[in-house]
């Protein structure tokens, strides 16, 4: 096994073992999450994939690889099928994880509890096995675990159809079927993969002594119905970013220290320096960039007719597919990055809104730095992000779907845009968003919301579940 990179003092506060689903959306808020617990006392050490294990640089926290079966190719193997998958993790990962844990056994730092995603179930069997409390970390926000959680049980009827009655938790928004993560409402059989994926982690959820959810009080019980279903009992956490966009109590905590692409953050910076105060609009749409052709085509056709200037994180395979003549007729106002340090691009003050597909890290980011949102959701949980920001926080809008036709067509995508950059409704969104930033920053601070929840792990470790 590969040596460990530099650890953390020893702290009498315990130690922690994060275990982190192999995929840059589920790293980040991990591995950030793993900072803030070393900042307050506590030893703490990732074991992760022997391939994502060079993408983490962390120097407070330690690192152990362990085994999903496939050492040193990405999650996504082609051939492996995600049930597969799943398969070889839980028998490759429980083994190699178990003899991380007898590996501090007889050290003066021991471990005391597990922190899994939720996507791995089986972190839990390893905890008990070993006599760890253990922690189950959702990557979504409260709302969609919750629903999530009653499709598990059946509770609420699987698989949804357009016609259903709104889904209802109590203290929580009701979601519409157009709302609801695609693999439970609409494309719930082409994605029944990770339809399986997200339902199972609810298998043994209740077993475990902590549920962290990656969001803050408040977040998401803002005017909502009434349900007659309770939501799921879970600790907020969040938001899970770098300290230095909220509390700035973590010294030099710029980046998530987890990345496996290779972002292009200064020649993005330096174009950013020539455009004046909130007047560029950034387009990333996730770590899978999912966005299919003729969506692809509707969003350049948008950003070309909307005459703002733009920063586009795309891949180059899909600057290929962008209508003819777009890059020549844009290239005054526009760049183009293959990947790019979010955080850093977002927290400029050029920035006057965020076109995003909404998935959960990046409507968190966008929230907590106060930059007014345009969603066009794909899948998953991404339909229920946007409802959220134009809904809920009204801090931006949803573009919406044409009828019938699954595509967001541009002159909507260009309405959102000017709604959010330009005249009067623009105005009460920069409030509004000021609004959540301001509470973001808040539940982080010290004596904030979440730092009491973090704060009441840590004094938990060591105790017996």
Request: glycine fraction near 8%; hydrophobic fraction near 40%; proline fraction near 5%.
């Amino acid at each position: 096994m590969a040596e460990t990179t530099t650890t953390a003092k020893t702290s009498s506060k315990g130690h922690v073992l994060v275990l982190p689903y192999p995929v840059q959306g589920h790293l980040n808020p991990m591995v950030q999450f793993a900072k803030r617990l070393v900042s307050k006392g506590v030893k703490v050490t990732i074991a992760t994939t022997t391939y994502t294990a060079s993408s983490i640089s962390t120097p407070s926290v330690s690192l152990e690889p362990i085994s999903d079966g496939h050492d040193f190719i990405p999650i996504g193997v082609p051939g492996v099928s995600i049930d597969a998958y799943s398969e070889s993790f839980k028998l490759h990962g429980s083994q190699t994880l178990t003899r991380v844990i007898s590996k501090f056994k007889s050290t003066d730092s021991p471990i005391d509890s597990l922190v899994y995603d939720s996507f791995l179930p089986w972190g839990l069997e390893v905890a008990r096995s070993n006599s760890l409390s253990a922690a189950a970390f959702f990557t979504n926000n409260l709302t969609v675990c919750s629903v999530l959680r009653k499709f598990a049980s059946g509770e609420f009827p699987l698989p949804a159809d357009p016609a259903s009655a709104p889904y209802l938790v109590r203290g929580l928004p009701a979601l519409s079927y157009d709302e609801l993560p695609s693999f439970v409402g609409r494309h719930s059989s082409s994605h029944a993969e990770h339809g399986r994926v997200l339902l199972n982690q609810f298998r043994n959820d209740e077993d475990a002594d902590w549920l962290f959810v990656n969001g803050f009080e408040g977040l998401e019980t803002q005017g909502c119905e009434v349900g007659e279903s309770e939501a799921m009992k879970a600790t907020l956490i969040g938001p899970m970013i770098p300290s230095a966009y909220l509390d700035g109590r973590i010294k030099d905590d710029k980046g998530y220290g987890s990345s496996l692409m290779k972002p292009l953050s200064e020649e993005c910076m330096e174009w950013l320096d020539t455009k004046l105060s909130k007047s560029v609009v950034f387009v990333s749409f996730g770590s899978f960039g999912i966005l299919f052709e003729k969506q692809l085509a509707e969003v350049a056709k948008a950003l070309q007719e909307s005459n703002f200037n733009f920063l586009w994180v795309i891949k180059e395979a899909h600057i290929a597919k962008l209508p003819e003549g777009f890059v020549e007729a844009t290239k005054d106002r526009a760049l183009l990055v293959s990947w790019c340090n979010q955080l850093e691009v977002l927290a400029h003050g050029s920035i006057g809104c965020f076109l995003t597909h909404c998935g959960w890290n990046s409507t968190l980011e966008g929230l907590s730095l106060g930059v007014p949102m345009v969603g066009v959701p794909q899948w998953s949980d991404q339909m229920n992000d946007a409802k959220f920001v134009e809904e809920v926080w009204r801090v931006g809008y949803r573009a919406k779907e044409e009828a019938g036709g699954g595509v967001v067509k541009s002159d909507e995508v260009v309405r959102c845009l000017k709604g959010v950059m330009e005249g009067e409704s623009s105005v009460e969104i920069r409030e509004s968003s000021k609004k959540w930033k301001d509470l973001a920053v808040k539940a982080m601070s010290e004596g904030g919301s979440s730092d009491r929840s973090i704060n009441e792990f840590v004094e938990s470790l060591g105790k017996k579940h």
